[in-house]
């Protein structure tokens, strides 16, 4: 194997296909780069077992030559130095060539690197065949429903099945709805595929291909045991999480007696200030409703005590207090990127509801606390 | 005591005087802001008995008002909780009010919070009085003398003199010593006291006030015990390192028979991209010099070889190898601040040193290590 690419083409791949590489690995092969070249372009492909990156680039790209000079051939190289080095190196073409199977030279100009490699045969096979449902997104929109419901997932191993978006579909109707059990969080949208289908996908390759996808349109393709997420020259295939995803619709009250219209940032603020001395009660602030009364407090025996009154509210509903954890509130009112914010309540102790006066696509459910003072 | 403040102002100071109070500490009064107010205005004290930070506010300043509606007093209050909670306000001024001496109330029109405090009573006595040697610096110039030799000092507590700068001067010639046992960085400067003097200063009050300072002159007053440093309308107190400084001449070659003249940037490029292999190693690397070539090189049994030819030299001496630890010799290169930095050597395993080739004020020693190939 022997190619000379473009540098800054070249990091831009490895450092995608590094996201699925993990710092350490029983299979020492994981730590490598398994690179492909032949007249088809550049293969790379990175894994933990769990999730696989494969991505790619062309011999050339209209005029633009990418790589020149090729023999084909295929190597495990180090992902940690490999990518380490072509970071470093200051030239706009390197040169990667296979000597006697076993030492990989990386050369420009004036640096020449010579790193002990692997045969390409001892990486472990891997499923990378796509198939199940297909559909497709706008990047805009994928975006999107991550970052308004992956943040409410569990980050906890205990129960895997909470670590998933639970992403179901009937008819076009899609649904995807993460919980960590004390808050959810419901996203609905429309999509083209009209078949019946139900899965649970790890929040943490979602998170990551949303990071990585710069392209204007992402496909998913479900099927048992995996998914694929395909954008512009990169494919990411990640194993899904086994289970049954827990029924939520009972954590949705019926009916909220008493209905708070506040403007997003202002309330957050507020309950960031209050919730400073709240530090050793686990972050527990109580929202005091009234009808001519919006007040936040906490309390801590050790420190002290604050309040702050909510100046500008939209209120219907009788006296009522809830404590909460400020956080859960603070990222439910953030995922919901509106300028107001509507919360309704059905009671002290019961599960209360986020919403935004002008997106219904979004539902966020926060279970209360007990209140101590 | 109460007072109404302008809140960006109060918030300055406060963050000024808290890098001096620790996280902990067996006081726990040290915790604490000591305030005070009167006519002459506030003075906010901090300290971890190593260091001690005073920090003063006038009740106008010109035509502005700082302060208002004053009532004389002091108290202690929890750094933590009160820098957080001024922090976070957003009103232009706050109020600050005891009440009963063991609760203190901070509020603006909207926010209210409570804190319990201590009697100012509480805290320990400390010598801040200003005595001994008295040295003006101009800032650049006080700041400069610190980013060259502060990083050579150790970070160790294993000696403790070693983890300060040593400051001596006679008749005005001052010189700032700074060494790790394995590296020396000297500083020299001319000063306005014509005393003769000599101290050991903790090299982290040093850099502390080098990032707090942000007038244009600071005094240092050097007697036996401490050193205080004064600026603006700040203070800062800090105990002294006991102890002989080690005669460092001795680690200084007399004369160097090989002189290599390089560009910094491109050398130290060169090094970090050589060094990137050499990561198991204690980041060491080879320079190989002679008349026509000068090559960095490294190499790891497991990882592999890397080696980069520097394009553009002068050198005068023989053939010659030294191996160094990379991180040593950059830092000293971007010490000397210069376009083109001298490294000049003795010999395989003597020490070498770092110098630019238009400021003679700055030496810099570095000890080489045995090269394993």
Redesign the interface.
């Given at each position: 194997m022997k190619f000379t690419i473009n540098r800054l083409r070249f990091l831009k791949v490895l450092s995608t296909v590094n996201v699925a590489i993990g710092q350490k690995s029983p299979t020492p092969a994981f730590l490598n780069f398994k690179i492909e070249i032949s007249n088809n372009g550049l293969i790379v492909t990175g894994s933990d077992n769990d999730i696989t990156i494969e991505s790619s680039l062309p011999i050339s790209l209209g005029d633009e030559k990418i790589i020149l000079d090729y023999i084909d051939g295929s190597a495990l190289i180090?992902a940690k130095?490999l990518l380490?080095?072509i970071r470093?190196?200051?030239s706009d073409e390197v040169t990667i060539e296979v000597i006697d199977n076993v030492?990989v030279q990386i050369s420009d100009n004036?640096?020449?690197?010579?790193?002990?490699a692997m045969r390409s045969e001892e990486y472990p096979d891997l499923d990378l065949s796509i198939l199940g449902e297909e559909i497709v997104f706008s990047t805009d929109d994928f975006k999107k429903i991550v970052s308004q419901t992956a943040f409410a997932a569990s980050t906890r191993e205990v129960r895997p099945i909470l670590t998933a978006i639970n992403f179901k579909s009937s008819n076009g109707n899609a649904e995807f709805v993460a919980t960590d059990s004390y808050r959810l969080a419901k996203k609905l949208y429309r999509i083209d595929n009209l078949n019946n289908f139900e899965t649970n996908i790890p929040v943490k390759v979602l998170n990551e291909v949303s990071k990585l996808n710069e392209e204007d349109d992402i496909t998913i393709h479900i099927s048992a045991n995996k998914v694929v997420f395909e954008f512009g020259n990169t494919k990411v295939f990640s194993r899904l999480i086994n289970g049954d995803f827990p029924k939520t619709s009972r954590m949705i009250p019926s009916t909220y007696p008493f209905v708070l219209q506040v403007n997003s940032n202002r309330f957050i603020?507020?309950m960031?200030?209050?919730s400073?001395?709240a530090i050793e009660r686990e972050r527990i602030v109580k929202l005091s409703l009234d009808n001519d009364l919006v007040e936040i407090s906490s309390k801590s025996e050790?420190?002290?005590?604050?309040?702050?009154?909510i100046?500008q509210f939209q209120y219907e509903g009788g006296r009522v207090e809830i404590s909460f954890n400020v956080d859960y509130v603070i990222d439910a009112i953030k995922a919901s990127q509106s300028e107001d914010v509507i919360l309704s309540f059905a009671g002290e102790m019961n599960a209360f509801r986020v919403t935004s006066p002008v997106d219904d696509s979004l539902i966020q459910i926060i279970t209360p606390v007990r209140s101590y003072y």
């Open positions: 180090s130095y380490e080095i470093r190196l200051d030492i004036k640096s020449h690197f010579q790193l002990n603020d507020a960031q200030r209050v400073l001395l050790q420190i002290g005590s604050a309040n702050e009154k100046e």
